[in-house]
């Protein structure tokens, strides 16, 4: 994580290091970068970088935090913004805003990329997983008394993860140019509706 050294910089040169930094890092493999790439990009000393950050894990592993960050703060504002009256709705009007974001944002580059570079390298996927399950246990307070009391928590907690996938899934499918949006939005309430009838024929 970044030195109180880092910490002390002004607000703009820290986001003109780090947006240097990411650049760098979605433009070449892990493997191939170097501290000289990134000290060049942001126009910094090689010196002022070990008074920033102890190595190159160090700086990646900062990105990374940032960006999961960033993503979750979105998240749990707009749902705390929200007027959805079940979380079969939250997904629906979610999807949209989810586009967007991932769409007009880094994020999603930079999400994909830690991951797939980082198997086996010291990558903590359990603590990728454990974030993801506070916003669903977040989501289970908030809608639990819609359409899902007679749900176990766990089980919510499933039908959450599932919703979520399958979101993720068709709004890759538009970010790779494999589907319209309007027939991955169509496809998506599909499932949304049958899990939802599901859901309810359960509870009666």
Not at 34 to 55: L, M, N, W
Not at 136 to 143: I, K
Not at 193 to 204: N, V
């Amino acid at each position: 994580m970044p030195t109180k050294t880092f910490e002390a910089l002004s607000p703009s040169k820290q986001k003109r290091i780090e947006e240097a930094a990411r650049t760098v890092f979605l433009r070449m493999p892990y493997a191939e970068i170097t501290i000289s790439a990134v000290v060049e990009a942001a126009a910094i000393p090689r010196g002022s970088f070990y008074q920033y950050f102890d190595d190159l894990e160090d700086l990646y592993a900062h990105l990374f935090e940032q960006s999961l960050s960033a993503y979750e703060d979105m998240l749990y504002t707009r749902l705390r913004q929200s007027e959805e009256k079940s979380v079969f709705d939250y997904y629906r009007t979610s999807f949209a805003k989810d586009y967007r974001y991932l769409k007009d944002s880094e994020f999603h580059a930079t999400i994909r990329k830690f991951i797939r570079e980082r198997q086996g390298l010291g990558f903590d996927i359990d603590y990728f997983e454990r974030r993801r399950d506070r916003f669903f246990q977040y989501l289970y307070r908030r809608f639990r008394e819609t359409g899902l009391q007679s749900f176990k928590e766990e089980d919510c907690l499933k039908i959450f993860r599932l919703l979520a996938h399958l979101k993720m899934q068709f709004i890759q499918k538009v970010l790779r140019d494999e589907a319209r949006y309007s027939e991955a939005y169509n496809d998506f309430l599909f499932f949304v509706d049958l899990i939802e009838r599901g859901a309810r024929e359960e509870s009666k």
